[in-house]
């Protein structure tokens, strides 16, 4: 049963609309009536009913100043508004706010009844929407687990417990970006020679689990990506597995490989490689980059991050690759630069997070290039109250996507001043600032089971599931389906 709520200043008006609707045939149920504004608001915030008929003009609050109150304590109550013919106006702001529909003065029992069941239709279509959604979000939970990197689930393990049979010997991820979210089920027939899975792995992000011949079908994978993926930005695309290989490797091999894009933006299909020994060839530059911060000489540190920067762009890197000559940096400022003494941002991170914080190769090396700059013994003058004026603003956007260069400009100061400031301020730097409060803020909010946990990421300030689901688990050692059942 749906439960209802009626809101009249006039109790004889709550009175025949309580008794002129066969509520339980209909799929509802009155549980309370209200007979001004702010009392209805207080009824409606602790029993949080399905539905609310509610007169356009009462004392306390109006029907559209209840509506608004509705919508800002983000309930998910309906509301149906009954008005005068001389307030038609304001019926229609009503509507305009988000009321399912409105009703004119004196009710009439069979447009009453008519709006109900139109109502009670449209209710049982979220009702499987979330249904759905919550169907959706066991799959992608159980998926997190098993794509994690030191999962060791084999391939024929995988399969078997989802009882699917394969035809062929070889297997393949394939992982691609769209524009838009894409998403049309999981289990997918055989195609020309070929089968597959299709997994929704991010907002934009869809991965294939390909099974085919390589021997007697070598253009089978080519002509699936070109009759199934031709509206994909980028593609990235695993060694061959066969069924002992880990399900997770093959997984990150093609994540490895989409995330290549950073590094070769010219290709729109990359295949994983083995990594290639570029960090032993590029090895003499680091070298003569860690003599350089030894020696405190900013101009050739800049001179050689620019070469290095070349010379990783003409090798076309994959991300892990350049990831791991990235961390090798930040060794070395670390090295000369301790943390003990230094409020500056910078921090290790996997290939995922550079594909993430970077809106490209140029200006990851120009950020590594800023922050050696700026050790020059500079102290930094900042006023208290500018300070609180900047983490009263990050406080208010955390869940916005504001990168630490957005939070620089809008206060006309440096990266590095504002990343000194945090973490003199705060003793973090400001993306594990913002990490911290989106995450205890989805914490508090998968308290309220009515909110699928998509809902939830996307409150936060993040777009990707998986991607939410790995920074909570790693910063509270469980997921968030999990949490949520504790």
């Keep these: 049963m749906h439960t209802v709520l009626i809101a009249d200043d006039e109790p004889w008006v709550v009175y025949r609309i309580r008794e002129m609707i066969e509520w339980e045939r209909l799929g509802y149920t009155v549980i309370a009536e209200a007979h001004n504004g702010l009392s209805a608001l207080e009824t409606i915030l602790e029993k949080k009913p399905d539905v609310v008929i509610s007169d356009i003009r009462m ?7 209840l509506l608004e109150q509705i919508r800002l304590h983000d309930l998910r109550s309906n509301v149906i508004l009954i008005s005068g013919y001389s307030e038609f106006e304001y019926a229609q702001k009503a509507l305009r706010f988000g009321a399912f529909d409105y009703l004119l003065k004196q009710v009439d029992k069979d447009k009453l009844t008519d709006a ?23 799959l992608l939970d159980d998926l997190f687990e098993i794509f994690e990197s030191d999962e060791n689930t084999k391939l024929q393990n995988f399969l078997t417990s989802r009882g699917i049979e394969c ?14 979210s894409s998403f049309a089920g999981e289990r997918q027939p055989a195609v020309s020679g070929i089968r597959y899975l299709r997994f929704r792995t991010g907002q934009n992000k869809v991965s294939f689990l390909i099974n085919y011949d390589e021997l007697k079908n070598p253009a089978g994978l080519l002509d699936f990506i070109s009759d199934h993926l031709s509206d994909a930005r980028c593609i990235g695309i695993s060694g061959i597995g066969v069924y002992s290989a880990p399900v997770a490797k093959l997984y990150q091999e093609s994540d490895i490989a989409l995330c290549s894009f950073f590094t070769r933006p010219e290709s729109r299909i990359i295949e994983y490689k083995p990594a290639a020994d570029h960090a032993s060839v590029l090895m003499g530059t680091i070298l003569q980059i860690e003599v350089a911060v030894k020696e405190q000489k900013p101009e050739q540190v800049n001179r050689l991050l620019d070469e290095l920067s070349a010379e990783c762009k003409e090798r076309s890197m994959q991300i892990d690759q350049l990831c791991a000559l990235y961390n090798q940096i930040v060794l070395l400022f670390y090295k000369y630069y301790s943390s003990t003494d230094t409020n500056y941002e910078i921090e290790y991170l996997n290939y995922d997070q550079i594909f993430r914080q970077y809106r490209s190769f140029d200006e990851l090396f120009e950020k590594l290039k800023a922050i050696f700059r700026q050790q020059t013994g500079e102290e930094l003058h900042i006023s208290n109250e500018m300070a609180k004026k900047i983490i009263e603003y990050i406080d208010s956007s955390f869940t916005e996507d504001i990168m630490l260069v957005d939070v620089a400009k809008k206060f006309n100061i440096t990266v590095g001043y504002v990343s000194a400031l945090m973490k003199k301020e705060t003793g973090k730097t400001y993306m594990e600032y913002v990490m911290n409060k989106r995450l205890n803020l989805a914490k508090e909010l998968l308290q309220d089971t009515s909110l699928s946990i998509q809902e939830i990421v996307e409150r936060v300030g993040y777009r990707d599931y998986f991607h939410f689901n790995k920074i909570f688990k790693k910063y509270f050692g469980i997921t968030p389906g999990k949490f949520r059942k504790l």
């Design 59 to 65: 004392p306390g609050l109006n029907g559209i100043e």
């Design 116 to 138: 109900l069941e139109r109502l009670k239709e449209t209710l049982a279509e979220k009702q499987k929407a979330q249904k759905a959604q919550k169907g959706l979000e066991l």
């Design 167 to 180: 035809d062929y010997p070889h297997f393949r991820f394939i992982s691609c970006l769209h524009q838009h």
